[in-house]
């Protein structure tokens, strides 16, 4: 079967954390999300945290050398052979452009990439309502997809909490960076026609549907091209 390359694109709280652990129990792929890289090393107090959390409190990207050798490292793993999933990277066009190289030094390219689509005002209802499991990162909502058991994880029973940069002014400060700093990747990825898009409105199943659909329909036309 050909490699994939899949990276998930779309504002904060779109629901890219939720549709990444989905698509990586059914693609068996690894999955790399740098919010989950990052506030793994500022629980740790790496070096690599204690730079990343000032950034990240202010909602505020990390500075893309930061960033960007993480994400190369795993790439080049022997675990991404077969491909892997991006949730969160690349986030700006130098990062674009640092993972194409990248995968150019491989022979290899992104083979998708999903932009799930949701309004402003949708994202700060989701945000607002997330909790998230502090050991880690699984992802619940206090209306749209609440624990089994209130403040409790239910995959593995640590506690939930609030993200730091869940907070209102935090989640502003957070849609403006992705304006102005993420959102010119659509154009990028459309122009080397990797990019579909998702109506990330829907409830969490019909989204998961969508993303299967399409990658269904992707893996014929490959066919259909070899
Ligand atoms: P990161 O953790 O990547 O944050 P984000 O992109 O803002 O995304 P979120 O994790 O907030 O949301 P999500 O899209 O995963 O949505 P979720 O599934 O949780 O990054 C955090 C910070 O790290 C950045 O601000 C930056 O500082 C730094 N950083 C990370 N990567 C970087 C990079 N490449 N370069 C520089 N800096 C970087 O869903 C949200 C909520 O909605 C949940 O409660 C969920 O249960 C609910 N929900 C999900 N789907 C649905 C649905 N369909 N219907 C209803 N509710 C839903």
Do not use: W
């Amino acid at each position: 079967m050909p490699e994939l390359n899949l990276v998930l694109l779309g504002p904060p709280g779109s629901g890219k954390g939720t549709q990444g652990e989905r698509l990586q129990e059914d693609l068996r792929l690894p999955y790399y999300a740098t919010g989950d890289i990052l506030r793994g090393a500022v629980r740790e107090g790496t070096e690599l945290g204690r730079t990343a959390k000032e950034y990240m409190d202010r909602g505020d990207l990390v500075p893309d050398e930061v960033i960007v050798g993480v994400i190369a490292e795993r790439i080049d793993s022997p675990e991404a052979r077969d491909g892997f999933i991006l949730d969160g990277f690349p986030r700006t066009m130098p990062q674009a452009e640092a993972l194409d190289a990248k995968l150019d030094d491989l022979e290899r390219a992104v083979t998708a990439v999903l932009l799930i689509d949701v309004s402003d005002d949708e994202v700060v209802r989701r945000l607002g309502g997330r909790r998230t499991c502090e050991e880690n990162g699984h992802v619940f909502h206090v209306e749209f997809n609440p624990p089994g058991s209130e403040g409790v994880c239910d995959i593995d029973g640590s506690p939930l909490i609030v993200r730091d940069d869940d907070k209102p002014e935090v989640i502003r400060k957070r849609l403006e960076t992705y304006h102005a700093k993420t959102e010119p990747l659509v154009d990028y990825y459309d122009q080397r026609s990797v990019l579909r898009r998702i109506d990330g409105t829907g409830a969490p199943d019909d989204v998961t549907e969508e993303i299967r659909r399409t990658l269904a329909t992707m893996r014929l036309e490959q066919d259909e091209t070899v």
